[in-house]
């Protein structure tokens, strides 16, 4: 593989910028950005890191969960899909290196596979500044990929 810019595909290289821009807001919105706490749990205007929300870890409440006699099945349910902003993030960037690598029009329709899922999973927690943030750098993913998915003459 050559990577002299007479053989780069125009319409994959004026998306990653997009994509990658997504990738990055949606990291900052994981890493620094404020989650709304469990909806079981919720005491107006308290919020935690993601890793907190992830683990189960809430803020100061009268009912904590140090027991697994309080977690019920939509409990780890949301769990599970805490997790698997992670997993998205990765596939994301890894998406994206192998676009970079490879230019094939399907890695666009996976990460706007990857865009559409976190727009999902973003507008599920509400109107908290995290899941904002997180919409947006998942629509700047989606928008970029479909763009570029558009504008590629080998789509097939």
Partial sequence: MTFSTSFRVPAVWSTVPVITLG???VTFAVLKAPWPPDPSLSVGGQTVSHLGRTLGKQPNTST???NLRG???AWYVRRVFDGLMYALLASG???TALLIWYEHP???AVLGGIGFIGVCYG???GLYLE???TVGGFSLILFGAGLGW???KNRI
């Fill in 123 to 125: 507008a599920w927690l």
């Fill in 93 to 95: 960037y890894a998406a």
């Fill in 106 to 108: 399907h890695i666009l």
């Fill in 71 to 73: 977690r019920t099945e």
């Fill in 131 to 133: 899941p904002i943030l």
């Fill in 150 to 152: 558009a504008s590629h």
């Fill in 64 to 66: 904590q969960f140090t």
């Fill in 23 to 25: 990738l990055l807001l």
